[in-house]
């Protein structure tokens, strides 16, 4: 007779305290010993990931040899740099402040989503902000396909099914600022000598929610093993500020605020955790649905959206493909 | 084959096959869980759609049972086309 447990919130628990010696463990022997770089630099937005990765590399290499980028531009919420200053002082790290906004107004950022925006909004123009959404995956069945919803100046919405080419243009000049922010970051690390850190957590890794070549390039990615639920548990043990522990998670892109599941995913981050966790260990859709308080049949949706978004990013995560091996050089 | 199917297939064929067998798509199998189309094909399928037959389909149409097989994609337009001529083939009926 075998004794099933029941799924619960509780799969996601660990020893912080464990976790955060072999991360940092991990990100010494990486940077000092692989790479042999002298410390790290990562860019922070003021979120529980940056926070926690700054505090894990300061730990790690010592507070003196990590390097936290601002980077904020023209959309990014008001309290982003406040935050990001208020986890760098914590740590005791020292900061940059590199405002992307003329850069990316240089290489037409906001001019070429604004031109996509305007061809479904066409009256879409100066003072307007936008964000496009998904519908919701356990409502429906339909399809996820994005709409964009546009804000006048006197604060009226209006709402239109983004066409592919607006899409992909709107995708396009806002992977822009990711970008950009990964060019600072490698200036300020080859300068010093630094490797550089990503920041994305499990879900966000394994979902493929990041920019080819901006947010998704690093050198290490020392949460990237972790659920978010267990990010958040890091961030308590290292006794990050409170206000940034308390932040909702947005994706801080887009010049309307945006939550991350109106944006790509399905549900709540910790929920999410609990079904990525349940995906892996080939948990039934019964189970989780009891645990989540979803039916069953918008737990199998969601599961569904998790296969098709390993699928459909797979491409982000492959590095250069070369037609014919180069062995040489891979023995050094 | 009805003229319907035949756009239909030449579409994906066009857009998503490549230089794969067009012919080995069946009217029911699957597009996504095959793999051939993805969800941006499916905002490509959906504007060739309303582009094509002049038609619009609102979000709350846009179903895998509405649009997720060759078949279920001729079925979903003729329901939603007053008058359907399914075929210039002489093999093939005429729908009214």
């Known amino acids: ?332 | 084959m009805t003229e319907m199917q035949r756009e239909i297939r030449q579409f994906i064929a066009d857009n998503f096959i490549f230089d794969q067998d067009l012919q080995a798509l069946s009217g029911s199998e699957s597009l996504t869980q095959t793999g051939v189309i993805d969800s941006m094909g499916v905002l490509e399928l959906i504007m060739f759609l309303e582009e094509t037959y002049s038609i619009k389909i609102p979000d709350e149409e846009t179903l895998p049972e509405n649009l997720d097989t060759i078949d279920n994609i001729v079925r979903y337009l003729q329901g939603k086309l007053p008058l359907v001529e399914e075929s210039h083939d002489n093999s093939d009926q005429v729908v009214i």
């Not at chain 1, 004794?3 to 010494?28: C, M, N, P």
């Not at chain 1, 700054?54 to 990590?66: P, Q, S, Y």
């Not at chain 1, 966790?277 to 948990?283: G, L």
């Open chain 1, 1 to 332: 007779m075998t004794t099933q447990t029941k799924l619960s919130f509780d799969v996601l628990k660990i020893d912080a305290e464990q976790v955060v010696t072999e991360i940092a463990a991990a990100i010494r022997e990486l940077v000092l010993h692989k790479f042999r770089k002298k410390g790290v630099v990562l860019g922070l937005s003021g979120g529980i990931d940056s926070s926690v990765t700054a505090a894990l590399c300061a730990r790690a290499l010592g507070k003196e040899r990590v390097l936290g980028l601002l980077m904020p531009e023209a959309d990014s919420e008001e309290d982003t740099v406040k935050l990001s200053y208020l986890a760098a002082d914590k740590l005791g790290i020292k900061t940059v402040l590199e405002d992307i906004t003329p850069l990316l107004d240089a290489a037409g950022c906001y001019r070429r989503r604004d031109e996509a925006m305007r061809s479904v909004v066409p009256e879409y123009g100066p003072g307007w902000k936008a964000k496009i959404v998904l519908p919701s995956l356990v409502a429906s069945d339909s399809y996820r396909i994005f709409s964009v919803v546009a804000q006048s100046p006197s604060g009226e919405q209006v709402s239109a099914r983004l066409t592919p080419s607006a899409y992909l243009q709107v995708v396009a000049a806002t992977s822009f600022k990711q970008r950009s922010r990964k060019m600072m970051e490698y200036y300020h690390a080859d300068r010093l000598n630094y490797a550089v850190a990503g920041t994305p957590n499990r879900l966000e890794y394994d979902q493929g929610f990041f920019v080819k070549n901006g947010d998704g390039a690093a050198d290490i990615k020392p949460i990237a093993h972790l659920y978010k639920t267990q990010v958040y548990q890091l961030a308590e043990f290292l006794e990050l500020p409170e206000e940034i522990r308390n932040r909702p998670p947005t994706t801080d892109t887009y010049s309307l605020p945006q939550s991350q599941e109106e944006f790509y995913f399905s549900l709540p981050y910790n929920k999410m955790d609990l079904c990525l966790y349940a995906r892996n260990q080939d948990i039934p859709a019964a189970d989780i649905s009891v645990a989540l308080g979803l039916s069953e049949a918008q737990v199998e949706r969601v599961l569904h959206d998790i296969d098709s978004k390993r699928k459909a990013t797979r491409y982000l995560h492959l590095p250069p493909q070369l037609v014919a091996e180069v062995t040489e050089i891979q023995s050094y």
